[in-house]
């Protein structure tokens, strides 16, 4: 499970302050830091909660043991996610008691999920806040230094949970130049496997004068590249269509809103996760050919190779549709890079459909995946099946080592045609390799490590570079004078 904090320290590209002058909360200042487990969902939901804070004069602590609030930002999408919450908390009790006046807060998934329960199961904690409830953590917070613990997870269709103050400078983007936007929350698919519909309720869509006027702002604040994020973010605006309704909620066809998107100057890179193989529409597929901006990768859930699975699991195509939208959308642009999730192990999975999944990985050459073991979530339709069809421990893991070590294939083979190229990278900083290494993205999303020195761009700007070499997890680079070719 990925984690990160969020604490003072984080780079702000377009701000100029210093990033420890931004974290040291002023004496009398209340500080806050927020562990956050799970999606890029989470990771932004941390975001505007770390700006809500900021709004209502909290101040980013330096670090945990600086802090007087500490939230908790949860993922119950796997049974492991959601017990990481469990351990933390207990963890938590001494960070609790060893200040009088600390406050600890539980939000996210899991706190959607189990609601006022964990109040009581849990003395340290003093309050939870679900996923429809973000706006609330400062009221929350407030209420809880009284002394009075509170738990708020009621569902809302209403667009008011989009309605928040605008980003604050001190309000960090987790990489510079980079930067995410919500367009739709919720999710109504219902995938049998999957916890999110329940935690994150029905699918809403935000209005595309709220989205376009928010690019804009991060334009100026010197943001390059937004992601599109949504449960299923090309279902975008889908219910408002379906109704006669879009011209009164003010959205639009998912491809219109891209158009509207890559006509903003300054935005140079449009990404949007995660859509559904079923909203690709003739529109969407020629976006990816038409639009300038729209980054030449698409993260394209498949989760089973086989028929018989992707039926059980609902997920409403079957892996010959999942290989025409493949070729479609390589028609529109030859170059595109696909990544995708799946799952291993799904109640009632047969060698041969696990064979089915390792045969259409390897056709459609996937330049990366994340695979999972399935793991039972409660409320779900496969919950029952998990049962009485449960596909042995040892058998799931000897599947997805074997799927895993078809992808560092298919990855390394990826990264080598690359070699020669030269690519628009995003340098975004220090790279993990250490020295005076940097790191950044390409248009494909892959990371691209180079030597910092001599860099001809800062952290948060796109320079050229020349691909000179590959690794199973990243490519090498070297500053380029060349033209750049993409
Ligand atoms: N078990 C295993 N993996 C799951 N995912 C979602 N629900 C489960 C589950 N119950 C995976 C899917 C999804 C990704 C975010 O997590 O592959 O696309
Ligand atoms: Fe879960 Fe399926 Fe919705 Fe994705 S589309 S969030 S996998 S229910």
């Known amino acids: 499970m990925r984690r990160s904090r969020q604490r003072g320290r984080l780079a702000d590209a377009g701000s100029g302050a210093g990033a420890l002058d931004r974290g040291a909360a002023v004496e009398g200042t209340r500080s806050f830091a927020i562990r956050t487990y799970g999606c890029q969902m989470n990771v932004h939901d941390s975001q505007k909660l770390a700006n809500l804070l900021h709004h209502a004069g909290y101040a980013a602590a330096t670090s945990e043991g600086e802090a007087d609030l500490l939230i908790i930002n949860t993922c119950s999408i796997r049974e492991k996610a959601e017990h990481h919450l469990y351990s933390d908390l207990g963890g938590l009790k001494g960070w609790r008691a060893a200040s009088p006046g600390r406050v600890l807060g539980v939000g996210g998934c899991v706190a959607q999920q189990v609601g006022d329960a964990l109040l009581g199961r849990f003395p340290q904690l003093d309050f939870v806040f679900g996923t429809h409830n973000i706006r609330h953590v400062a009221l929350m917070a407030a209420a809880a230094e009284r002394g009075e613990r509170s738990a708020d997870t009621s569902e809302t269709t209403s667009l008011d949970r989009f309605d928040l103050p605008a980003r604050q400078p001190q309000t960090a983007e987790s990489t510079p130049g980079r930067a995410f936007l919500t367009v739709m929350e919720g999710c109504d698919m219902f995938c049998s496997f999957c916890i999110v519909p329940r935690t994150r309720g029905r699918e809403v869509s935000r209005p595309a004068a709220d989205i376009l006027g928010e690019a804009r702002a991060l334009v100026d604040r010197g943001v390059r590249e937004v992601t599109l994020l949504g449960q299923t973010v090309n279902a975008y ?243 380029s004078s060349s033209a750049l070719a993409s």
């Open 237 to 479: 605006g889908r219910h408002d269509r379906r109704r006669g309704h879009s011209a009164a909620a003010g959205t639009l066809a998912f491809a219109a809103l891209l158009a509207e998107l890559d006509a903003i100057s300054g935005l140079e890179r449009i990404r949007y996760t995660s859509p559904h193989p079923s909203f690709f529409d003739d529109a969407l597929v020629r976006a990816h050919g038409e639009l300038e901006s729209l980054c030449p990768h698409v993260h394209l859930p498949l989760q089973s190779g086989s028929n018989a699975v992707l039926a059980a699991m609902r997920r409403r195509y079957t892996r010959e549709a999942f290989l025409e939208l493949v070729e479609a959308l390589r028609s529109a642009r030859p170059d595109i890079a696909l990544t995708s999730d799946l799952i291993v192990g799904f109640p009632g999975e047969t060698d041969d459909d696990f064979q089915d999944t390792l045969e259409l990985v390897e056709r459609v050459r996937f330049v990366d995946h994340y695979s999972f073991k399935y793991s039972s979530r409660p409320g779900t339709a496969a919950a029952e099946l998990a049962v009485t069809d449960a596909v042995p421990a040892e058998v799931a893991q000897d599947r997805l080592e074997r799927l895993q070590g078809l992808q560092r294939r298919l990855t390394l083979a990826y990264h080598r045609r690359r070699v020669g190229e030269c690519s628009a990278v995003l340098i975004e900083g220090p790279s993990r390799r250490g020295g005076s290494q940097l790191c950044g993205r390409d248009p494909y999303n892959r990371v691209v490590n180079l030597d910092g020195a001599g860099s001809p761009v800062a952290p948060g700007a796109i320079g050229p570079v020349e691909i000179v070499d590959a690794t199973p997890h990243s490519l090498i680079g070297e500053w």
